[in-house]
């Protein structure tokens, strides 16, 4: 039997990989796919709850969130290559506008 | 040891291992198939949870339409290798480094601090487990009880689907 806590823990050590990518890397194509890696694991641990609570709120719940990944893949991609277009680039580095 | 938890080791370090290497290749297109063999790694382990309907949308909907658009947008800007992460180490990256770290000890302990409460109870999966997991259970309740925010998400969908169109087109003169 694998008691619920190790994949509570996968989960936690996936969203943690996840920020060390957001925060080490420079590609803002990386960073997103990074993003997508955190919201899987926060999908992981649902879907332990789920099995382990005999529940399904938790399946629900990712569905939804996987919904809005897709959202967020599409709108995110067209927002990459609309700052390609403008300034050839997508390090994140060189796209400091909005930044203090 | 049992089988299950060979399953579930194997799994769990094909996900890990696959989502390091994905954060640490200085290549985009090896870094996406990374994470398309870290989500079939997921995928795996929802099957181990009796998941089915959520391991399948994973691969079709994630591993599927979601990572042959990014592939599709790496290929098309013909992106170049990122300089080598070691070279542009900072203070400022050990420092996030450090905070992740910190922010990983304190999840496992407290999940480690809530042995003999609640998640103690839950050493096995529960018997309703191999039910839920179904196209046939997920639909029913998908359309009965969560029917609304099922019709948001349309709304959800279709303002994305705007909101991609008005930010990739050119721009009118």
Redesign the interface.
Known sequence: ??????????S??????????V?????A??I???I??ML?SV??TF??F???????TG??F???I??????????G??????L??NRQT??INDVNILRW | MSSELIVFLILAAVGVLSGILMITRPNPVNSALFLILNFMALAGLYITLHAQFVAIIQILVYAGAIMVLVLFVIMLLNLEDEEPLREQMSKRHYGSLLVALLALVLIVQVIGWNSGGTLETMREQSPHALRIGTVEHIGSVLFTEHVYPFELTSILLLAAIVGAIVMAKKRFP
């Open positions: 039997m694998v008691p619920i806590h190790y994949y509570l823990i996968l936690a050590v996936m969203f943690i990989t996840g920020v060390v990518g925060l080490t890397r420079r590609n194509i990386i997103f796919m990074c997508e890696l899987n999908n992981l879907v332990a789920s099995a382990y609570l005999g529940n399904e399946q629900m990712v569905f939804f996987m919904a809005v990944a897709a959202a967020e893949a599409a709108v991609l067209a927002i990459v290559i609309a390609f277009r997508v390090n």
